[in-house]
């Protein structure tokens, strides 16, 4: 010791170890759930950007599998021309589907909403027979967790879809 | 993704700016520092959420600032030159009692503001008790009295 001042340090260097070692993991977590981030596992990315069809083609939704609690996401839905009748084309979407989400804007802008027992009608005048319709819905999430949507035109199977809600 | 992506780009510009504004910007928080500071932090907010006001998006904003700063940490214990580009240099402005006067001027410091720093953290009157002042990477001046260093 040799006239050194003596200093008190409550040290505790097993604490210490043990502490650098919950950090490097910590890091190292933190590094996979980054990179999982940029991929899109909790919104925005491949792993989330997907898409479903109906069985005969007719309709088919592109939405994101991970979406989030008032966040913003968009649902394109893009119609075959074989779908409309009289120059009208008529989407449903199941209720359910718009409880979860709550829809901001159409474009482009339906010409009348109906609503149904258990789906909301849109319906949209197209003026090209041959050109498929798109429309896109900005919604943003309301409810967290799991929910199924449902959408179509009228005489064809409806395309199923799941959407994750973080919080 | 653009929550890690968002967060980056705010990171880099903060840091650009800040770092070409010079090592005096922040050092000393006056007021009107703290003010500043809180204007930029409420400018940046829109920036750095978006129109996402989720707990994810929160949590993977944070997570990737702090990470980014961690990471950036890490570059700078191990690259001399990493610390060079993003904190500088310490800048040595007074040697031997002497001011020189060239950093000084460079860094818009003159005589009081080191007479300042001497008084607070040393209890010092006097240049003439000052041995050096050295501008530190953090924008603090440290202040060596005469006294010590002679004693060694």
């Keep these: 010791m040799g006239g050194e001042p003596k200093v008190t340090v409550h040290g505790d260097a097993v604490f210490q170890r043990r502490e ?17 981030a940029l991929l899109g596992l ?40 074989e779908a409309a009748q009289q120059g009208r084309i008529r989407l449903g979407v199941s209720q359910d589907y718009l409880e979860a989400f709550m829809v901001q804007s159409i474009t482009p802008q339906p010409s009348t909403v109906v609503g149904g027992t258990d789906t909301l009608v849109y319906e949209f005048e197209v003026d090209r027979p041959d050109t498929p319709l798109t429309v896109t819905f900005n919604l943003q999430g309301e409810q967290m967790w799991l929910h199924q949507g449902e ?17 | 993704m653009d929550s890690v992506l968002r967060a ?13 504004a010079g090592k005096r910007s922040m050092a000393q928080i006056t007021t009107f520092d703290l003010l500043l500071l809180l204007v930029v932090s409420e400018a940046t ?28 940490d890490f570059l700078r214990w191990r690259f001399r030159w990493f610390t060079r580009v993003t904190q500088s240099v310490p800048v040595v402005l007074v040697s031997r009692g002497q001011m020189l006067r060239e950093p000084m001027a460079r860094h818009h410091i003159n005589e009081s503001e080191i007479l300042a720093a001497a008084r607070s953290s040393q209890g010092i009157s006097s240049m003439a008790q000052i041995d050096y002042a050295i501008l530190e990477q953090s924008g603090t001046i440290s202040v060596l009295p005469k006294s010590q260093t002679r004693q060694q």
């Design chain 2, 45 to 72: 907010q829109q920036a750095l959420l978006g129109d996402d006001f989720s707990l994810t998006n929160a949590t993977l904003v944070i997570l990737t600032l702090v990470a980014v700063e961690r990471g950036s």
């Design chain 2, 8 to 20: 980056l780009a705010v990171y880099v510009i903060l840091l650009v700016i800040f770092r070409l």
């Design chain 1, 20 to 36: 650098w070692r919950v950090e490097r993991g910590a890091w190292a977590l933190a590094a996979v759930l980054i990179a999982l």
């Design chain 1, 42 to 81: 909790f919104g925005a990315g491949p792993l989330s950007w997907t898409g479903a069809g109906s069985p005969d083609g007719l309709v088919h939704a592109e939405y994101e599998r991970f979406t989030r609690e008032r966040g913003p996401t968009t649902l394109e839905v893009r119609i075959a021309p």
């Design chain 1, 151 to 167: 959408l179509g035109v009228e005489g064809s199977a409806p395309v199923r879809f799941r959407q994750f809600v973080y919080p």
